[in-house]
């Protein structure tokens, strides 16, 4: 006190002593930004692809798994902010053929058939053992759903919880709905749909469409690739807020895309029509459907016959169509709710 009474009266200012406060504020904001920097890889596998993935958050958390959709949309940062970072991680990669991972599909169309859902899937456990995740919750949107029930059900030991929306199985009968029973919806744009693709007598719209993807005249897979992606835009219009997707003005980027959603489509996605019949693998798992009523793409009954099959899972019909800002927000809610 006499120190400071000196100081005063002779003009001298208080020295600036930090507070604890302050240094502790600092310290939180530092460790805020590195848990929200993502930690970025590559993982090669056996066959040569290589795999590029990232995870946010707290490395010692309970992990949330992102699977993007197309197949061949590659991944972007929105799984970063679905978490608490304090206390979880998040993990996603770009699939094989698509997006950072290489070779890229369009580089090496003769290791095509090397892209499957059990490859993906093995890709996935793969990741899992090299990041060193006992378990996981897994999340994905699209055909990321399919993907996420595909591998939830070859190895439901490392699934803690599932969390969907715009759910599909990519099965046989939801191909058929979206690239030849639509045109009952949109018969102009379907009519133009159809006929810019080269079809031998009875072959479907989706395979003719694979096969001109692999045809090694690049000009045939441009065309293709084009009409392929009108296509796209027109069938997932009807969602409230729709836009056109800039990825199908990038020429690149679109032929990834149709390349490998054609390819996965005319497999009907290598298994997905077995997907209802092994939810009783799932019968342990808690799960979250979300789906928006007015996705006329995908509509809402396969997420409902999902439900049926699966009665530990919660069916949330939103508003939306083929995903959209409420589905989005709905998918934080579940992962709150189910990574504890």
Do not use: K
């Not at 490998?260 to 092994?278: A, K, M, N």
């Amino acid at each position: 006190m006499l120190a400071q009474a000196r100081r005063r009266a002779s003009g001298q200012s208080a020295p600036v002593v930090p507070s604890r406060l302050g240094q502790l504020a600092g310290r939180y904001v530092r460790r805020m930004a590195d848990l929200s920097a993502p930690r970025t890889g590559r993982l090669r596998r056996e066959d040569g692809a290589e795999l590029y993935y990232e995870a946010v958050g707290n490395p010692d958390g309970p992990a949330v798994l992102w699977l993007h959709g197309g197949p061949g949309s590659g991944s972007d940062g929105g799984h970063r902010h679905r978490i608490d970072p304090r206390r979880q991680q998040s993990i996603t990669f770009d699939q094989r053929g698509c997006g950072r991972s290489r070779p890229l599909v369009t580089e090496r169309l003769d290791q095509l058939d090397r892209n499957t859902t059990p490859a993906q899937v093995e890709d996935i456990e793969a990741l899992r053992r090299h990041l060193g995740v006992d378990r996981w919750t897994v999340t994905g949107a699209s055909w990321g759903s399919t993907l996420a029930l595909a591998y939830a059900q070859a190895h439901p030991e490392r699934v803690t919880g599932i969390a969907l929306f715009a759910v599909t199985n990519t099965s046989t009968a939801e191909v058929e709905w979206i690239t030849e029973a639509m045109g009952r919806v949109f018969p102009e744009e379907w009519e133009a749909f159809a006929v810019a693709v080269d079809r031998r007598p009875g072959e479907r719209v989706v395979d003719a469409y694979a096969r001109a993807m692999r045809d090694p005249a690049p000009g045939t897979r441009a065309r293709a690739a084009e009409a392929w992606g009108r296509w796209e835009d027109v069938h997932v219009s009807l969602g409230p807020g729709w836009r056109p997707d800039p990825r199908w003005q990038d020429p690149p980027v679109r032929d990834v895309l149709a390349t490998l959603i054609t390819h996965y489509w005319s497999h009907s996605g290598f298994g997905g029509d077995e997907i209802l019949g092994r939810m009783d693998r799932l019968a342990h798992v808690p799960g979250v459907l979300i789906h928006g009523r007015n996705d006329i793409s995908s509509p809402v009954v396969t997420a409902w016959r999902v439900h049926r099959a699966w009665p530990g899972s919660e069916l949330v019909v939103l508003g939306d169509g083929h995903g959209g800002r409420d589905s989005v927000g709905e998918l934080e809610r579940a992962i709150a709710r189910l990574v504890v």
